[in-house]
């Protein structure tokens, strides 16, 4: 079989999710491929720009129900679960794009999905990149939390200092993360309905 590019990031993110993005190798990867690692450069630079086509692969796939006839928070909400359940999906390629400024592009199907809903929400059309933008940050930001198992953790620690033969806690389980991740899905939408009833007000305040 002749390599393409759609080929050569598929076996990649088998690679990635079994071992980890630290781990890949052009080499390995051709070994899986049964090719010379040279032929792998007729296709993709270098790793880095391996691993950016295969995040934009992942991207690109990204789907969530269309639901217009929702109010946009119900909206939001699902885009959000639906991106959490993606992360989850292929953990250890997110944990690695949600560190690099250029993971989200303005055709992936995410983006477009979360700013047809903040256009649905009516936010003035000149905020919409910028609360965009924050929506955003707040997803990856509690995803990557969650994915490092840093969010697991700091829900066991103790309100005080404690004794340096004190045990760590075990982590929450699996429905109190899920939990968690809602709370802050709340605060999300509540802060885009704040956002929108100050754009209101100052409208109403310009003289007309």
């Known amino acids: 079989m002749p390599l393409t590019k759609e080929g050569i990031y598929a076996a990649a993110l ?4 079994a071992d980890g993005v630290e781990a890949l190798t052009m080499r390995k990867l051709a070994a899986v491929l049964d090719a010379n690692p040279m032929s792998l450069y007729h296709h993709v630079k270098n790793k ?25 928070q ?10 959490r359940a993606l992360a989850h999906h292929h953990p250890k390629l997110m944990r690695y794009s949600f560190a690099r400024p250029d993971y989200i592009q303005p055709d992936d ?11 649905a929400a009516e936010v003035p059309v000149l905020q919409i990149a910028q609360v965009g933008a924050v929506v955003s ?9 969650e994915l490092t198992g840093a ?6 620690l103790p309100p005080a200092p404690a004794g340096p033969d004190a045990e760590e806690a075990p982590g929450p389980p699996e429905a109190v993360v899920d939990a968690m991740f809602g709370c802050a899905l ?17 409208t109403e305040e310009v003289p007309g």
């Open 151 to 156: 969010l697991q953790r700091w829900t066991t």
């Open 186 to 202: 709340d605060a999300a939408i509540a802060g885009v309905e704040s956002h929108i009833a100050r754009a209101c007000a100052r």
């Open 48 to 72: 880095d720009a391996l691993l950016r086509g295969v995040a934009e692969h992942v991207g690109s796939q990204f789907r969530t129900p269309e639901q217009e006839d929702l109010p946009w």
């Open 137 to 145: 940050a707040v997803f990856t930001g509690l995803l990557v939390s």
């Open 109 to 119: 199907p995410f983006w477009r999905g979360l700013t047809d809903i903040l256009a």
């Open 14 to 17: 088998r690679l990635i999710d």
């Open 74 to 83: 119900g909206r939001l909400r699902q885009l959000a679960l639906d991106f």
